[in-house]
């Protein structure tokens, strides 16, 4: 009975998620479909999204470089002019950064009291919700037609300031559950997120910078580019015969920031002779999701088999907690609906890549990341479908998009 049931679940999925290509009305939730569609066939088939022969598929530097893939994907669509927004609306950013980063992990922290899960599960609850907020956001604040300017900036400077803010919550909320190093789990958010939006950014600002600001830009690569080349042919060993092994991590975190310059430089060179590269780096970015989805379910498909159903209901509560306290303190903060629904999306939905990276990094990607594999789907259906809602029900300042 399982050949016939399993084969039809998953062409099932496939051909549903193809056939919303064609539907107008229902084109938008594409990519939540596909997410569905490879979440069903990891779950039948994982043994299949493993191994191809003897190479492990979901070696932690294939999932490092996916995951990087998808936060410059992600990052090409960012522009340093997001940066002015701050200045432009200090109180609008600073609400938002403020409920992301207390609401979510606190909640996170509360289900797996309520749910009592196993102490790796429960810590991936709470990883996801002190991730900075993800760029899906920025697409609902646009369905929704509500303040995408300030979406889009508090996205930005969550994702900036990730490094300190996720291992410092990680560390207080779950420290008990798994081993958290501040140190490690900052490095690990700058090379997964920081160094590729980085890159991303480069090749933003060398669009329209100026001949001297090119030059600083063009400098500091040749500087990183032979920085790089010469610490794997002796310069390592010379740098730890001279500094302690704090300073040593700290010369290596400073190498990975000045990658992002060869990395935004070289891009930018690609991209200026195939003009084609920038817009198809965003599907690229949906490719690397799919890929940590599938790799995340089938490294955890027995846990999500005992528990798959209670991280739903979580991911359901996490989710609905952000909408919630988002968009009522936005409010009570004094922010009009327009900027209280981009923060209710900011607050809501979290950056599951992120969360998935770091999983695998700990080498815990079938218990930590399991969370992420659940809410990653959860979040964007319900945050395609409060953005319809909202969209068909403006409010009287809905042509308010500036952050004026």
């Not at 999204?49 to 410059?72: E, P, R, S, T, Y």
């Not at 997964?192 to 600002?205: G, T």
Request: glycine share 8%.
């Amino acid at each position: 009975m399982n050949l016939i049931w399993q084969p039809i679940v998953v062409i099932f999925a496939i051909a549903f998620a193809i056939s919303l290509r064609f539907s107008k009305n229902f084109r938008g939730y594409q990519f939540t479909a596909w997410i569905i569609a490879v979440v069903a066939a990891a779950m039948v088939y994982p043994q299949h999204f493993l191994h191809v022969g003897d190479f492990d598929i979901k070696n932690k530097w294939v999932m490092l470089i996916a995951i990087q893939l998808v936060m410059f994907g992600m990052g090409t669509q960012m522009s340093l002019h997001d940066f002015a927004g701050v200045a432009k609306a200090p109180r609008g950013v600073f609400v938002g950064i403020l409920c992301h980063f207390t609401v979510m992990p606190l909640v996170g922290l509360a289900l797996t009291k309520i749910f009592r899960f196993e102490p790796e599960i429960a810590a991936g609850i709470i990883l996801i919700g002190s991730c900075s907020s993800g760029l899906a956001s920025n697409v609902m604040a646009y369905m929704a037609k509500s303040n995408l300017a300030l979406s889009v900036t508090v996205t930005t400077v969550t994702t900036m300031i990730a490094p300190v803010m996720t291992p410092l919550w990680m560390k207080l909320l779950a420290g008990t559950m798994v081993e958290v190093s501040f140190f490690k789990m900052m490095v690990e958010i700058i090379k997964i997120v920081l160094v590729p939006i980085a890159a991303a950014l480069i090749h933003d600002y060398l669009k329209h910078a100026s001949p001297s600001g090119k030059k600083i830009i063009f400098g500091i690569t040749a500087f990183a580019i032979v920085w790089l080349v010469a610490l794997p042919v002796g310069g390592w060993a010379i740098l730890q015969k001279q500094f302690s092994t704090d300073a040593l991590a700290t010369i290596s975190l400073a190498g990975f920031l000045l990658s992002a310059f060869v990395i935004g430089v070289a891009y930018h060179s690609l991209a200026k002779r195939l003009k084609w590269l920038d817009v198809t780096m965003p599907t690229l970015a949906i490719v690397g999701i799919l890929y940590v989805t599938a790799m995340t379910t089938a490294s955890g498909r027995d846990n999500l088999m005992e528990v798959g159903a209670l991280l739903f209901i979580a991911s359901v509560m996490h989710n609905t907690a952000g909408y919630f306290f988002g968009y009522f303190l936005s409010r009570a903060a004094g922010l009009d609906k327009n900027s209280a629904r981009s923060i209710a999306f900011e607050v809501g939905l979290q950056n599951g890549g992120m969360a998935s990276g770091l999983a695998s990094a700990m080498g815990k990607l079938g218990t930590v990341g399991l969370a992420a594999a659940i809410f990653i789907p959860w979040m964007n259906i319900s945050g395609s479908v409060l953005a319809n809602y909202w969209s068909k029900r403006p409010t009287k300042d809905f042509l308010k998009v500036d952050l004026s």
